[in-house]
């Protein structure tokens, strides 16, 4: 045993200072995201593979890949590996509870006349939280005869593969409720699948939340999920996406003030 730093296998390659502000720069004018001083090990650690796959010997030579024209495919590895994709059904109870008992009734009264309506899910990831969604509104059963959309959408093109799938391993239902397991899942090859039932209301797409452009498409939604998406971002970013949030949101404090006294009870 020697003293000194880490263990290190033999071919590992050390993120350099330069390499590090060149990395540090992309991912931030890139996709927002933010990565402070003592969390950029995290960087060296996790594009370790890359460099092998590449066969490429240091970081340098990988900063100059990244910023020719043959980068771009290149950096959505990098966002891909950098990002964190923690996700799993039914996460964050109480505020699922909120949805399902205070807003869903609200958003019912609000569209009654329409009877359409759009949730969508920023910063999907791998879908669990549009699937949860979708499951509080069938079961709701408020919406039955509605044309209902739950769209997600997320930074990373493996994460929108594997929600459009929607086939999920053991480590997913760490918070699921029993009865909605067996309500709404099939077990297939010994994972569970996503009835068709709910995969019908379900739509994903890849996109980076900094593109608004990108974002037309979801139309306007009656009500919006972000969450564990804002922490990673730096401040400018975080209020660009903000912007897009609002904007892409029906007004629905300006509807709840139109409707007939007494309507929400
Ligand atoms: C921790 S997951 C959150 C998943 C889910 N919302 C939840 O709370 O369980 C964060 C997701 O945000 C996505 N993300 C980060 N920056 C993004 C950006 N600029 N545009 C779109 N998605 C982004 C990542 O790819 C990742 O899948």
Redesign the pocket.
């Known amino acids: 045993m020697t003293g000194g730093g880490p263990w290190r296998p033999d071919n590992h390659r050390a993120l350099d200072d330069a390499s590090r502000r060149v990395l540090l720069q992309l991912l931030r004018e890139t996709?927002?995201?933010e990565f402070s001083t003592d969390t950029s090990f995290v960087l060296e650690r996790r594009l370790q593979d890359r460099l092998v796959a590449l066969s490429l010997d240091s970081f340098d030579d990988y900063v100059r890949l990244l910023r020719s024209p043959a980068g771009r495919a290149e950096l959505e590895h990098v966002?891909?590996e950098v990002?964190?994709?923690?996700?799993?059904f039914f996460?964050?109870e109480y505020q699922l509870r909120a949805f399902r008992d205070e807003l869903l009734p609200r958003l019912h009264a609000l569209a009654e006349r329409r009877r359409r309506m759009t949730i969508w899910?920023?910063?999907?990831?791998?879908g669990?939280?549009v699937y949860t969604v979708a499951m509080l509104v069938d079961a709701s059963h408020l919406f039955d005869d509605w044309n209902v959309r739950v769209v997600g959408?997320?930074?990373?093109r493996r994460?929108i593969e594997r929600a459009r799938r929607g086939v999920y391993g053991p480590s997913s239902f760490r918070s699921m409720p029993r009865d909605l397991l067996d309500r709404y899942f099939t077990l297939d090859e010994r994972q569970h699948r996503v009835d068709d039932s709910i995969r019908a209301y379900c739509a994903f797409f890849q996109?980076?939340?900094?593109e608004p452009e990108r974002h037309l498409g979801v139309g306007r939604a009656e009500a919006i999920?972000?969450?564990?998406?804002l922490i990673?971002?730096a401040e400018p970013?975080r209020r660009q996406?903000l912007e897009l949030l609002f904007a892409r949101l029906e007004p629905v404090e300006e509807q709840l003030e139109h409707l007939p006294a007494g309507r929400l009870g």
């Open positions: 996709a927002g995201l966002l891909d990002t964190t994709h923690e996700t799993y996460r964050e899910s920023a910063g999907c990831s791998t669990e939280e959408s997320d930074l990373s994460c996109a980076n939340l900094l999920f972000c969450r564990n998406v990673y971002l970013a996406v």
